[in-house]
Nanobody, 112 residues
Framework: QVQVVESGGGLVQPGGSLRLSCAAS????????MNWFRQPPGKQRELVAV???????NYRDSVKGRFTISRDNAKNTVYLQMNSLKPEDTAVYHC??????WGQGTQVTVSS
C-alpha cells in the first residue's frame, strides 16, 4: 500500500520561510517523478514543483527563485523549501507521487 504524508505547513508572516516534507511508504521516491501541487482558496489545484527520477527540477513561474524541491533518498522523503513567502502562496499543499498517489495536504497560510 502506497502512502504519502505531508507535514510542515503552518502560519507564517510575509517574507518568512517554511519547509514542507513528503514522506513516502510503499514506493521509493527516487524511482518516480515527485510533485508538489497547491490549491489556493477558491481556486483550482496547480502544479508548483517537480523533481524527476533523474533529479531534474522544474517550477511554476511564480515560485522560481523562492522555492526549492529536493529529495532525500535515504529518508524516502521529498521536501519543498519555501522562502520569501507571499500572501498569494497561501494554499493547501499536496504531495503527489508519479501522478498517481496523493497525500492529504498541509495548510500554508501567509499573513501578517
Amino acid at each position: 500500500q502506497v502512502q504519502v504524508v505531508e507535514s510542515g505547513g503552518g502560519l507564517v508572516q510575509p517574507g518568512g520561510s517554511l519547509r514542507l516534507s513528503c514522506a513516502a511508504s510503499g514506493i521509493n521516491v527516487s524511482s518516480y517523478s515527485m510533485n508538489w501541487f497547491r490549491q489556493p482558496p477558491g481556486k483550482q489545484r496547480e502544479l508548483v514543483a517537480v523533481i524527476t527520477r533523474g533529479g531534474n527540477t522544474n517550477y511554476r513561474d511564480s515560485v522560481k527563485g523562492r522555492f526549492t524541491i529536493s529529495r532525500d533518498n535515504a529518508k524516502n522523503t521529498v521536501y519543498l523549501q519555501m522562502n520569501s513567502l507571499k500572501p498569494e502562496d497561501t494554499a493547501v499543499y499536496h504531495c503527489n507521487a508519479a501522478s498517481r498517489w496523493w497525500g492529504q495536504g498541509t495548510q500554508v497560510t501567509v499573513s501578517s
